[in-house]
């Protein structure tokens, strides 16, 4: 009888080790069955895609100053760089990090002081292929000028993200300001002025 009860005994306590044993092997398993994991991968596209939505970044579109008539590439007058200056002042704490030209007169003279008070150089694009450059932008998230034309700024500014603008071939000094975070865009009309000395 003794022996039987001694080997109850060996047996309850095996099976509770074993028992003890398997529970703790299964405590130390990874969490994988039955669950979704997510790669990597998936964490950092998330990841970037809110960080994109949580940046801020501001266009600045304008159309060149007053331009002389008579030639086929011709620069501004003397009113047309009085208001390019005028454009630098505006945008002295818009913290510009890249400025925008078409090949024209024009639209350099215009860019050039921007470029003169930030020390920053005049980048060239192509006015036939907006889109690149807007393309450009976007992925950059710089603050930036660009500088256009009276049928390339309208545009620019609806491609953008911007609210639909008119602009005739008789106005000076619109700066369009695309304030934009995410997918979000506010649209502001600006007027460079025109400085005039006494």
């Known amino acids: 009888m003794r022996e039987i009860e001694v080997m109850l005994q060996r047996l309850l306590m095996s099976g509770a080790l074993a028992c003890s044993l398997s529970f703790s092997a299964w405590a130390q398993m990874p969490e994988t069955e039955g669950m979704v994991q997510t790669s990597s991968s998936e964490v950092d596209e998330e990841t970037e895609q809110e960080a994109m939505q949580d940046q801020r970044f501001t266009l600045y579109i304008a159309r060149h100053a007053e331009k002389q008539e008579g030639d086929l590439d011709p620069a501004l007058t003397k009113d047309g760089y009085s208001r390019a200056v005028g454009l630098s002042q505006m945008l002295r704490h818009a913290d510009i990090e890249a400025i925008y030209s078409t090949y024209y007169r024009r639209s350099m003279g215009t860019a050039l ?31 930036v000028l660009i500088v256009g034309h009276s049928n390339t700024v309208p ?9 639909p603008v008119e602009l005739s071939e008789d106005d000076y000094g619109d700066v369009f300001q695309l304030s934009i975070k995410g ?12 400085l005039k000395k006494d």
């Open 113 to 143: 002081p921007v470029a003169r008070a930030f020390n920053l150089p005049i980048e060239f694009y192509d006015a036939d292929d907006r889109e690149a450059l807007l393309e450009k932008v976007r992925q950059q998230n710089r603050n």
């Open 155 to 163: 545009e620019m500014v609806t491609s953008a993200g911007g609210q």
């Open 183 to 194: 997918d979000e865009v506010i649209t502001t009309r600006l007027v460079a002025p025109l």
